[in-house]
């Protein structure tokens, strides 16, 4: 088995597709950008990659502000078609029948329906060669209440977020693990079934006898050691 050796591309994927809104209450628009991502934690920060052709480069360059607003499996098609359709030639919000709502921080609208928005001040436009991008220093963030818990807790995953890989849009698939479970010491059943709530009683019995085989196992070597 060997390595076919490509010329330099783009093939970081997958990655998140966003709806970004920017322009006024009064004239919005939208438009869908993969080239994204999160470039500092505190003060947090992120970037959007635009090309000067598009009628949002010019919105986001006046105003200094844009929205991005995260896609779920129900925003999937109005996603693909704000990042087919230009601005310049109807209004996304009607067609897409997306409700416009003005931002906290920002007088960019922020798109109700998306369950995060997050709104953003450009702090540099960095020219890049097809693409310029906007960094930006987010000043507020909304999330729909409707994936609050009584804690307070948002449960981010029940949105039905989406990603794009290679031309395709998908939702995310099974759960492998969370933070840092490569380090994390054998836990109890009732740990394990807090942690993955939808694990079946029979899965958690298994993995419980697997573990304890596993300290009988190494009880009787410590025992022989010490007879
Ligand atoms: C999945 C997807 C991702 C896209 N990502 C970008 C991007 O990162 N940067 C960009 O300039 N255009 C991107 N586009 C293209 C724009 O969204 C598209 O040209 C859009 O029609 C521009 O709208 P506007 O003229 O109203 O600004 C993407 C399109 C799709 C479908």
Redesign the pocket.
């Known amino acids: 088995m060997g390595k076919a050796n490509w010329k330099p591309g783009t093939v970081l994927y997958p990655v998140p597709?966003v709806m970004v809104s920017?322009g006024t209450m009064e004239s919005p628009?939208?438009?869908?950008?993969?080239?994204?991502g999160t470039i500092n934690s505190d003060p947090a920060m992120t970037y959007?990659?635009?090309?000067p052709?598009?009628?949002?480069?010019d919105?986001i360059k006046e105003s200094g502000e844009f929205v991005i607003n995260l896609v779920t499996k129900d925003l999937a098609y109005a996603?693909?078609y704000?990042?087919?359709?230009?601005?310049?030639d109807l209004n996304?919000f009607e067609e897409m029948k997306l409700t416009p709502k003005k931002g906290e921080q920002v007088d960019a609208p922020i798109i109700y329906e998306s369950p995060v928005n997050i709104e953003c001040k450009v702090k540099e436009i960095i020219p890049l060669g097809t693409?310029h991008m906007f960094l930006g220093e987010v000043v507020s963030v909304s999330v729909s209440d409707e994936y609050l818990d009584e804690t307070g807790k948002f449960h981010f995953n029940k949105t039905e977020p989406i990603c794009?890989s290679h031309g395709g849009?998908y939702t995310l698939g099974e759960q492998l693990g969370t933070f840092g479970y490569s380090v994390k010491k054998p836990v109890t059943t009732s740990q394990k079934t807090k942690a993955y709530p939808k694990k079946s009683s029979i899965e958690c019995k298994k993995e419980e006898a697997k573990h304890s085989k596993k300290i009988q196992a190494k009880n009787s070597r410590k025992k022989q050691k010490h007879q």
């Open positions: 597709a920017c628009n939208v438009i869908t950008v993969a080239w994204t959007v990659s635009i090309r052709s598009r009628h949002s480069f919105l996603c693909d704000c990042g087919v359709k230009s601005g310049r996304k693409h794009y849009y």
